[in-house]
T-cell receptor, first 114, second 108 residues
Framework: SAVISQKPSRDICQRGTSLTIQCQVD?????MFWYRQQPGQSLTLIAT?????????ESGFVIDKFPISRPNLTFSTLTVSNMSPEDSSIYLC???????????FGPGTRLTVL | AQRVTQPEKLLSVFKGAPVELKCNYSYSGSPELFWYVQYSRQRLQLLLR??SRESIKGFTADLNKGETSFHLKKPFAQEEDSAMYYC??????????FGAGTTVTVRA
């Protein structure tokens, strides 16, 4: 299994600002994903982070709000832009070493927007 | 579009009693089903994958394509099984869709 770390683990931010969350994996992986878990809700896929190209966003999520980078096979970032209180959630990075492998999850970043 | 339904938000059982968590799905293709578990203050982790057909921590789950179900079962619950359980479906494009989750509390 892959070992995944996320930074920061939590943050409290003011509305209108942006936060960049980092996801680091201890080995090269094929697939990287970003999820959101709103308070009391299940996990919702935001986008698939593609290495060397633009991320693939799910319905309801746009690049201007959630820009994603993936410069290599072990690292990705998710930015939450122009934040509002509705963006208060846990943001999770997940990876699959190979396309058909199990997805492993990072510890999450707990974001609170005031 | 795929959908995963976990009808029970909360489930409380006594230690030693059987526990069953329900999961139903809808998907037009050939699904791959998973159970993930999140213990208190820990990250989400894989519990079972239907293609593995194995028992983990005493839990089993069988994919029933006729009933489109993937229920999770354990014959004798333990206090350490108290956690949040998520059923998930992976579609042909390798994306996971999660159910709403079931919080299990095992009482002594």
């Amino acid at each position: 299994s892959a070992v995944i770390s996320q930074k920061p683990s939590r943050d409290i931010c003011q509305r209108g600002t942006s936060l960049t969350i980092q996801c680091q994996v201890d080995s090269q992986v094929t697939m990287m994903f970003w999820y959101r878990q709103q308070p009391g809700q299940s996990l919702t896929l935001i986008a698939t982070a593609n290495q060397g190209s633009e991320a693939t966003y799910e319905s309801g999520f746009v690049i201007d709000k959630f820009p994603i980078s993936r410069p290599n096979l072990t690292f990705s970032t998710l930015t939450v832009s122009n934040m509002s209180p509705e963006d208060s959630s846990i943001y999770l990075c997940s990876v699959s070493p190979g396309v058909t492998d199990t997805q492993y999850f990072g510890p999450g970043t707990r974001l609170t927007v005031l | 579009a795929q959908r995963v339904t976990q009808p029970e938000k909360l489930l409380s059982v006594f230690k030693g009693a059987p526990v069953e968590l329900k999961c139903n799905y809808s998907y037009s293709g050939s699904p791959e089903l998973f159970w993930y578990v999140q213990y208190s203050r820990q990250r989400l982790q894989l519990l079972l994958r239907h293609i593995s057909r194995e028992s983990i921590k005493g839990f089993t789950a069988d994919l029933n394509k006729g009933e489109t179900s993937f229920h999770l079962k354990k014959p004798f619950a333990q206090e350490e099984d108290s956690a949040m359980y998520y059923c998930a479906l992976r579609s042909n494009d390798y994306k996971l869709s999660f159910g709403a989750g079931t919080t299990v509390t095992v009482r002594a």
